[in-house]
């Protein structure tokens, strides 16, 4: 898929036109932050009129909201040529401008899968006392048309949150401390560097090892760093030289995992559909093997033929399970236990390690 497209790569240019050269269909899923339209409106400022955020830069000034939207549709019909059939969308923004984000994601054949709330755990307070305090931006994630066969990672979802489905609400700090790129006079390099965290779940949720992915305003480059940790590809457009300078050097810090570390929860379509008995039959788990459930009050043992036997009961792993639990049915990849390293390890992992191998063979 990479073709004429510069992988890897964060190009200086005008977003509009630099995606212009890029090839259609040809990245698998595009995380934008897009020029917030701020204007420097009236809570940005303190007490004493001086701006609370440097979000005073050129770009992020229009003259008005139909310049705004006329840019925004230029850069959303680009995205959309560019972005695979199946791939899908993240645009980040606030009260400012997150609503015409979406009526024009939707004009455009844009489909939405979610508004995600990030919650921010250190939000900056309203300075005049005149309004709540703004703690969250939304992102919307939208696949490419209603009929996209788009990736969701729901099981790497859950496992990131303690085995409880992931909801559209996320609780994240805003970028500070180490992670907060100084310029040489010590002050924040880009006035709004998103969170590693916040780009970390994106691309775990939405992406695989060796997709492409695109941030047409890359800024300080959390998306490329964050992607390339991740071990996918990335191609970033930002046209302030500083922040393309800046960007380029962050990413060149950035260590890229191996594939074997990056492998996520594999989807449940992903999930061949391997009999239990051919890992009785290549030794992975040998019979005579003890099977236990979670919290260890009942005990099998693996027989040759890949069925199970509890003192005169036996049957399969989903047909054991439900027998000893009088339950009316039981997923025995998850019910049933091994011993593998001293710890104890649900047998479905057999499944997820041999997608994950095939992946990276
Ligand atoms: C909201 S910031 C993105 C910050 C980024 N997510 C990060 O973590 O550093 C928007 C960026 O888009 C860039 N930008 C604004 N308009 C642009 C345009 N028309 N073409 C290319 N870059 C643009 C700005 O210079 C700015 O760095």
Redesign the pocket.
């Known amino acids: 898929m990479t073709g004429e497209l510069p992988v890897d790569q964060i190009l200086r240019?005008?977003?509009?036109e630099t995606m212009k050269t890029l090839p259609d269909g040809s990245v698998d899923c595009i995380f934008a932050?897009?020029?917030?339209n701020l204007q420097l409106r009236g809570e940005l400022r303190r007490p004493d009129e001086t701006v609370v955020d440097g979000v005073d830069d050129a770009?992020d000034k229009f003259d008005d909201y139909s310049a705004y939207d006329k840019f925004t549709r230029e850069w959303l019909s680009e995205a959309h040529r560019i972005l695979d059939k199946d791939g899908t969308i993240w645009v980040i923004g606030s009260y400012h401008n997150v609503f015409r984000l979406g009526a024009i994601l939707q004009d455009l054949g844009f489909w939405i899968l979610n508004d995600i709330i990030w919650r921010k755990s250190n939000p900056m307070p309203n300075f005049r006392g005149r309004r709540f305090t703004n703690a969250h931006e939304t992102m919307i994630w939208a696949a490419k048309s209603p009929q996209s066969r788009y990736r969701f990672n729901y099981q790497a979802m859950k496992a990131l949150n303690d085995d409880l489905q992931m909801r559209s609400d996320w609780y994240l700090p805003l970028c500070t401390g180490n992670e907060r790129l100084k310029n040489e006079h010590g002050l924040k390099l880009?006035p709004?560097?998103?969170p590693e965290s916040l780009l970390h779940r994106v691309l775990v949720a939405s992406t695989n090892v060796e997709d492409v992915v695109l941030d047409p305003?890359?800024?300080?480059?959390?998306?490329p760093a964050v992607a390339k940790r991740l071990g996918r590809h990335y191609v970033g457009?930002?046209?302030?030289p500083d922040?393309v300078k800046a960007a380029r050097e962050r990413v060149a810090r950035e260590e890229r995992l191996t594939s074997e570390h990056v492998a996520v929860t594999p989807a449940k379509r992903d999930i061949p559909r391997i009999p239990f008995g051919s890992f009785v039959e290549t030794g992975v788990l040998p019979a005579g093997t003890a099977l236990y459930d979670r919290q260890k009050r009942l005990k099998a043992t693996v027989t040759p033929d890949g069925t199970l036997v509890s003192g005169n009961q036996r049957g399969s792993i989903h047909k054991l399970g439900a027998m000893l639990t009088n339950a009316p049915s039981c997923n025995g990849w998850t019910f049933w236990f091994f011993e593998r390293d001293g710890e104890m390890v649900p047998i479905d992992i057999l499944r997820q390690e041999s997608v994950a191998l095939r992946n990276v063979g």
């Open positions: 240019g005008e977003c509009v932050d897009p020029p917030y770009w880009h709004t560097q998103k305003f890359c800024g300080s480059g959390t998306t457009i930002e046209r302030h922040y």
